[in-house]
């Protein structure tokens, strides 16, 4: 990419994968906390690097956000009629329609003649209703794929922000000032070492379920994440992240 050699994109690039100790980092120019058309671009690059892993991969798990609804507009219909199976991630997390992991299913799938399932399932329930919703058998089938999808694709908060967006309820902002919560992704909120201090319930992928096997996208840019996602990265090596120069050079 000749664009990427004169702006040097590259070094940084390799910086950034050394600094986060990850599998994989490519940066796209601009910084999307000033503009809107850096999120499209990141948008493309993860549809890019994603497309040649669709060949052997069919079950792609999405997050909610509008980093990934950016993904999701810029996706395109695979070679040879193969139809993807786009999830989502994870049940309710109090997000807006427009941002929530179902909405963002559906359009990726109709970008890529795909198909998609959704989880219906409201963000608050009792314990009793969560257990009995769990089993029924539209819901675990979903489950079942959502836990077998061999890629995941998700975004990265900052805690404050997310919490805000989200509604949560004063009990919730103290709990994540208390414990100095920098960074939020699938309803789990992180302090800067990396470490849960909260998490939002739900059902879907658990961390646990980022087993080494599946590949794993982290897309998040803007200067003002760079906290959180080095937060995040704490977590575990091996990742891909598509990110913008804003965040890159903050974090450098
Ligand atoms: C939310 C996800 O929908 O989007 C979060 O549940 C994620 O896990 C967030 O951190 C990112 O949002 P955005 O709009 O900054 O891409």
């Known amino acids: 990419n000749v664009m990427k050699e004169v702006s040097g994109l590259h070094v940084l690039e390799e910086r950034l994968r050394e600094k986060l100790k990850l599998a994989e980092v490519i940066i796209v120019p601009g910084d999307s906390d000033r503009d809107q058309w850096v999120k499209t671009e990141m948008g493309k690059a993860a549809v890019n690097r994603l497309l040649p892993l669709l060949k052997s991969e069919r079950t792609i798990a999405v997050t909610g956000g509008t ?3 950016a993904v999701a507009e810029m996706m395109k219909p695979l070679p040879n009629r193969k139809r993807p199976l786009i999830v989502p991630a994870r049940g309710g997390l109090g997000e807006h329609v427009e941002n929530q992991a179902n909405t963002i299913c559906s359009t990726m799938a109709q970008k890529a003649n795909g198909e998609y399932r959704l989880l219906h399932v409201p963000d ?6 969560y257990q009995s919703l769990i089993e029924e058998p539209g ?6 794929q959502i836990r077998s999808a061999g ?7 900052e805690a404050t922000t997310m919490a805000e967006r989200r509604n949560s309820s004063s009990i919730v902002f103290q709990e994540i ?3 100095n919560a920098v960074a939020e992704a699938f309803g789990y909120y992180f302090d800067q070492d ?11 992928l658990q961390l646990d379920d980022l087993t080494d096997d599946k590949t794993i996208f982290a897309v998040a840019g803007g200067s003002s994440k760079a906290n959180a996602i080095a937060a995040y990265m704490k977590r575990g090596p091996r990742q891909i992240l598509i990110t913008d120069e804003g965040a890159a050079n903050e974090l450098l």
């Open 67 to 69: 980093t990934l609804a």
């Open 124 to 129: 608050q329930l009792s314990k009793e209703s």
């Open 139 to 144: 819901v675990k089938d979903v489950l079942e």
């Open 151 to 157: 890629i995941v694709i998700h975004g990265i908060g």
């Open 177 to 179: 000032e208390k414990q």
């Open 194 to 204: 990396g470490t849960i201090v909260h998490k939002l319930k739900t059902v879907g």
